[in-house]
């Protein structure tokens, strides 16, 4: 099931709630007063004004570094938590006047009887995925010698743990396709991965590096890295990355945060 806009919001509504909650505590830990800079020529000076003391400012020493960087810190975390505050305020008001029903939403609840009267002017979800999946496509060839993996969809890759990485997508829901070819500048290359994300309908890839203490499989994969991030596919954005090596193996709980927090 695909995330909705309200479903984003909510789980960022919850992330600074938290946030909100941890800047709070960590602000009372910290000394009064606030921190002024003075700067003359190269000479930096620090002076506190407004803490315990009756004098309105009082020059701050060496030996006074750890207050100076406390002080440093709480001007700190009290501009995060003022932009915490708005950006909260802002989004439960969105949500408040968020419709309980989107357009992309509209033709699915109709009934069945309407639906063979109607052209949906925007695809449905479903109807969306599976055009997007039946699209056909020449995956990488894999040579006969390489060892069978075979994924719960019942499509052949390369290793075990792209066999894992492809059944969490799977089991999750995720439409995914496995080594479709993908233009990057001049060359055309194939992503372990290309992914649908259903909450926005964007295409995302997925590449496991997964000899990364190999540095022939390292020297060789670097430069495909670049060429995603050199043409617009942006770490985190577009592209993301699973890594392991012959001491660190896969890690399911990281393959299933990449879902949870980038893929839904």
Not at 80 to 104: G, H, M, R, W, Y
Not at 147 to 167: C, H, M, Y
Request: charged share 35%; proline share 5%; with cysteine.
């Amino acid at each position: 099931m695909s995330r909705s806009y309200r479903d984003i919001i909510t789980a960022r509504l919850d992330v600074l709630s938290a946030l909100i909650t941890r800047l709070e505590k960590k602000l009372k830990e910290l000394p009064s007063g606030s921190l002024k800079i003075c700067k003359s020529g190269k000479r930096i000076n620090y002076y506190i004004s407004g803490g315990d003391s009756c004098e309105k400012e009082k020059y701050l020493n060496k030996n006074d570094f750890k207050l100076i960087e406390d002080l440093a810190q709480k001007s700190y975390l009290k501009k995060v938590l003022n932009a915490s505050k708005k950006e909260a305020a802002a989004l439960k008001t969105t949500l408040d006047k968020f419709p309980e029903i989107q357009a992309e939403s509209i033709y699915d609840k109709l009934s069945d009887d309407r639906k063979k009267l109607v052209k949906p002017i925007v695809t449905p979800i479903d109807q969306y995925v599976r055009e997007w999946l039946e699209k056909p496509y020449e995956p990488k060839e894999i040579s006969e010698d390489t060892p069978i993996f075979e994924t719960l969809k019942g499509e052949r890759v390369r290793s075990k743990s792209e066999q894992i990485i492809a059944d969490r997508l799977y089991i999750n829901g995720i439409p995914y396709k496995y080594e479709c070819p993908l233009k990057v500048g001049k060359k055309t290359i194939h992503p372990d991965f290309t992914i649908l994300r259903k909450s926005d309908r964007k295409v995302l890839y997925h590449e496991h590096c997964g000899k990364m203490d190999d540095p022939d499989y390292t020297k060789r994969n670097l430069p495909r890295i670049n060429d995603y991030i050199l043409n617009g596919f942006a770490l985190g954005d577009k592209l993301f990355l699973s890594l392991e090596s012959s001491t660190s193996p896969l890690d399911v709980r990281v393959i299933d945060r990449m879902i949870k927090d980038h893929y839904m």
